[in-house]
């Protein structure tokens, strides 16, 4: 254990905690309160040693943040899933990277209400927006550019963060652990950054997950404030050149503010600063890792675990190196999706279609299918042309 030590404060609401120089932090509590919200920490089941972590789900398979394409990660198997965070302007978190509406992943249909004059929403930030304005929005009507072979999951609605820990309950994925962004918009307005962390921490409390969890940001003093009132959750330190003022990008400036895994952008890894991370008591998970020879050399240097677009190609990898593979969760037959509508594509409703093996899934070196949605009910989605492995595109911030 590294030298001092910060324990949790009782009860209430966060104060703003600002910078901390902890070095440690107690993790087991058996119960426990965040927020003023009672819990009851559960104590995952056994997961191999290696962390495939399925980025926003797997964007270059499905539709990204998609429950859909999360529900596909589940029945693939995967160790983790790794998403981003937003707040609307009324409160809600949603699962979701951008922080303004892009053009690339959502269309305007209509209006929330008559006479709306916010209407139209593209374009507009996601903290302006309400959620009833939000589920207006198509974010699913075409693929995205540089995912080649991303199926695209046609009229998805943003997911909610409670909606994605209903999907995992209904898959009865007991295993599967979270590494949730709060996508902190200006690091300046602190405000805003606590009103964030303080609403996906009682998502994350109220559901009983705490242990199960990762909490990680580009944005440091997120994760400053998370540790004296949350101390199951493993905190990720996101590093790159350009992170904000006040956060570092090397293992020792992690190892220094007590985080616990240190998540650089894949490219500035060596096989000695991983060895220093380590020998700092720091796990090691880049992002994003796209390319089947990154993965591999990345594997050979000794990082604990890899963010990918494409968890099929990096769950393939680990079963040729003969590694213990992350569970599968088969679909049940009745997974909740209140934004589900109803598809074409021949799934009868109600009706679970089971997870296809690797082979024939379809990862990025192979044709898709059109496949219902878990539970008959959902969206539909389609699979664009081929045109080589994985997408074109290079990969933005995690």
Partial sequence: MRDGEVTRRAGGAAADVGYLTHTSRPRAVAKGHILGFPCAVE????????????????????????????????ELGVTTLELDTHLTQDGVVLVWHDHTIETAKCQDTAPAT???????????????????????????????????QQMVVERNRIATLEQL???????????????IETKVEDPSNAA???????????????????????????????LDRTAPVAPELELVALAEAENPGGAGLTPQEVADRGYDVWSP?????????????????????????????????LMDWGVDGLITD??????????????????????????????????RSGTAPGKARPAESPASTGGPDSPGREHGHSQGRGPEHKQG????????????RN
């Fill in 43 to 74: 104590k995952p089941p056994a997961q191999p040693p290696f962390d495939l972590q399925s980025h926003r789900g797997g964007r270059g398979q499905w539709t990204e943040s998609s429950l859909y394409a999360f529900a596909r990660s589940l």
């Fill in 114 to 148: 008559p006479n709306d004059p916010d209407f139209p929403y593209v374009g507009d930030r996601v903290r302006d927006l309400t959620y009833a304005q939000i589920q207006t929005l198509d974010c699913g009507y075409q693929q995205l550019p540089g995912y080649p």
């Fill in 165 to 179: 820990f209903e999907l995992v309950r209904d898959h009865r994925a007991d295993g599967v652990g979270f590494n």
């Fill in 192 to 222: 805003e950054r606590d009103a964030l962390v303080d609403a996906v921490l009682e998502q994350i409390y109220t559901n009983g997950w705490p242990e199960r969890t990762q909490l990680q940001s580009f944005d440091w003093a997120a």
């Fill in 265 to 297: 952008q894949h490219v500035v890894l060596t096989q000695a600063n991983i060895a220093q991370a380590h020998d700092l008591g720091l796990k090691v998970a880049p992002w994003t890792v796209n390319d089947p020879a990154d993965m591999a050399r």
């Fill in 310 to 343: 494409y968890p099929w190609q990096l769950r393939q990898l680990m079963q040729q190196r003969g590694m213990p593979l992350p569970t599968a969760y088969a679909a049940q037959d009745q997974p909740s999706d209140p934004q589900a509508r109803p598809g």
């Fill in 385 to 396: 042309p081929k045109q080589g492995q994985h997408g074109a595109g290079t990969p933005g």
